[in-house]
């Protein structure tokens, strides 16, 4: 079974500061871990995942995010807020192995940016 | 053009009546994913479908049914709609062994009156 718990239902930052966005996990094995964002009257698209190689991902638009086994954590971060990155953020875990058809989502984080 | 598109975007309509909500894919996947979202709820996975003979009860199944009617097309029906049904609805794709990334469409933002 897994779960993901993302750590606030609203994040408001300035331009140009640090974006970060927490999500923590619980797997019963190994997970695969994903943050997909959701811009206004939009479908999901995929930041970035970690699938068990590098701990430290890169993803678009400047994103990157740290899987720490011993936190359980996969926060998300930006060096410097723009204001295009207003959106929701979903975070998401699915199990590797034979049985990892389901992707389960925290709630989601608004991410407001401030001029 | 989308790689998932979904038909149509909105849809209004009456408490008892029935809905379909379609999906195509271009991107030659074989699994296919109906969820929902609501607000403050993130997306609860409704049905999936592993292939055309391979169809699945997700977590919050009931109220709904789906068809499998091809590889590239994935059909939500609601039988007999109610207000708590007033979602965004969106169908997903992933490709067998790709770590289940999923790829999302649009989005059906559907109200129940």
């Known amino acids: 079974a897994q779960s993901v718990t993302q750590l606030g239902s609203h994040v408001s930052v300035s331009e140009g500061a640090l974006v970060l966005l927490r999500c923590n996990y619980s797997s019963s094995v190994p997970p695969y871990l994903f943050w997909y964002v959701q811009y206004p009257n939009q479908g999901l698209q995929l930041l970035l995942k970690?699938?068990?190689?590098?701990?430290l991902v890169k993803g678009i638009n400047g994103f990157e995010a740290e899987f720490k086994k011993s936190e359980t954590s996969f926060h998300l971060t930006k060096p410097s807020a723009h204001m295009s990155d207003a959106a929701e953020y979903f975070c998401a875990v699915s199990l590797s192995g034979g049985s990892n058809y389901k992707l389960t989502f925290g709630k989601g984080t608004l991410l407001t940016v401030n001029p | 053009d989308a790689d998932v598109t979904q038909t149509p975007r909105n849809r209004i309509t009456k408490t008892g009546k029935r809905i379909m909500l379609e999906c195509s894919q271009t991107k030659g996947h074989d699994r296919m994913y109906w969820y929902r979202q609501d607000p403050g709820l993130g997306l609860r996975l409704i049905y999936y479908?592993?292939?055309?003979?391979?169809?699945n009860k997700g977590e919050i199944s009931d109220g709904y049914s789906v068809s499998r009617q091809a590889q590239a097309k994935f059909s939500l029906s609601l039988e007999s709609a109610i207000p708590n049904q007033t979602a965004l609805y969106f169908c997903a794709t992933s490709d067998f062994g790709s770590n289940n990334e999923q790829f999302f469409g649009p989005g059906t933002r559907l109200t129940v009156l």
């Open positions: 479908s592993f292939d055309v003979k391979d169809i």
């Open positions: 970690y699938t068990s190689a590098a701990t």
